[in-house]
């Protein structure tokens, strides 16, 4: 039987491609929890772009201090080797390349990469955040999602209707029924999630989907 | 010259409607608390602030929301506020939204005697919309123009008399570059101590961008977002 994975089962997903040594900004949502799987012995630091590298786990009520947060405005601590920095730093950091890998939500990404994940015209107003940077300037980029939106339409699509965050930027999009890589072909089914068939997952994919050779049942 | 205020409304002095005013801090944390209480009590208007968030609704600029005291802000993210939204679905607030590490880079810019600077970040989406893209090494770029404010309001955790000036953890954030930003500098201080009593090599700060100083009071250093772990 398919199941749709767990907001837990993305993060767990997306958290394999860290790899050891890694600086990683970390996007609201679902990429948070991606550090719940990183484990301690691969050396990852996490970057939090309102100025800390280092961010280490949320605190015990006693613990509490106003003047560390994070990026979702969350309270939080620091790991051992971690470091404050202007915002200025933090996106010289982030704009540099300095970042290996950055995990962000999404509305819609498009099959060459194109990035929504802002802005619905005439509707919600947030602002772009440090999203338009991160995307522009990490040295890979992921996308975490559900595959359709709450009418049941694809978030992958051939073309993004909604305003841009970044174009022709993301790598890799892990959603609750696959993981699809960005190549100049455009989306490449690499893995779905157990139960799925291939078909099934293409008729959730409102763009071409083309099948890797090596394409498999996720493992976990 | 003497740079010590006595509170807020003796820094404040100058202030007037129509201003360009630039603010340091990220959410709630880091923002000049005391400066903002007061511009709201001095109750000028027409504001156009610059300020990564715009508060809540009832803490930091969402006060001066509420009174209708800005114009126009220029922020990357104000999700926090719906007085923000409905001022700005309703077309009486003017919003520029700008992209976090180029409002960061706009301050620094702004304050380090640079007009304008190239940036990857926005290419292709509506903030680029009308300006220039130029092409180096076969990525394209956007002009950005820095920000300067008649007026900057920053919140330092330590400072001395001569306005060098000491942030604590994430509160540091945009803080240092709203400090280089501004014709004059107003930095709010948890403690001021005598100047030769900061350790020269710790100073974040220094003293030249800060025309004028105080001690703040009755910091609330509002949470937004009060996260524990499980247990």
Known sequence: ?220 | MNKVCKNAFEALKGVQDGMTLLFGGFGLCGIPENSIMALRELGVKNLTCVSNNAGVDDFGLGLLLHTRQIKKMISSYVGENQTFEKQFLSGELEVDLTPQGTLAEKLRAGGAGIPAFYTPTGVGTKVAEGKEIKVFDGREYVLERAIKGDFAFVKAWRGDKFGNLIFRKAARNFNPMVATAGKITVAEVEELVEVGTLDPDQIHTPGIYIQRIFKGTNYQNRIENLTLTEG
């Not at chain 1, 996007?27 to 929890?33: K, N």
């Not at chain 1, 190549?183 to 099934?200: H, I, N, R, Y």
């Open chain 1, 1 to 220: 039987m398919s199941h749709h994975l767990t907001r837990e089962q993305i993060a767990q997903r997306i958290a394999h491609e860290v790899e050891h040594g890694y600086c990683v900004n970390l996007g609201i949502g679902i990429p948070t929890l991606v550090a719940n799987y990183i484990p301690a012995e691969k050396g990852v630091m996490l970057q939090s772009e309102n100025g800390l590298l280092g961010m280490g786990p949320f605190p015990t009520k006693a613990n509490v201090d106003p003047d560390l947060i994070n990026a979702g405005k969350q309270t939080i601590t620091t790991v051992a080797g971690a470091s404050f920095f202007s915002s200025a730093d933090s996106f010289a950091m982030i704009r540099g390349g300095h970042v290996d890998l950055t995990v962000l939500g999404a509305m819609q990404v498009d099959q060459f990469g194109s990035i929504a994940n802002w802005m619905i015209p005439n509707k919600l107003v947030k602002g772009m955040g440090g999203a338009m940077d991160l995307v522009a300037g990490a040295q890979y980029v992921i996308v975490a999602m559900q595959q359709l939106d709450n009418k049941g339409q694809s978030k992958l699509v051939e073309k993004c209707t909604l305003p841009l965050t970044g174009k022709n930027c993301v790598h890799l999009i892990v959603t609750d029924m696959a993981v699809f890589d960005i190549t100049d072909q455009g989306f490449v089914l690499k893995e779905w999630a157990p139960g799925f068939s291939v078909d099934e997952i293409k008729k959730a994919t409102a763009a071409p989907v083309t099948v890797a050779k090596d394409a498999h049942e996720m493992r976990f």
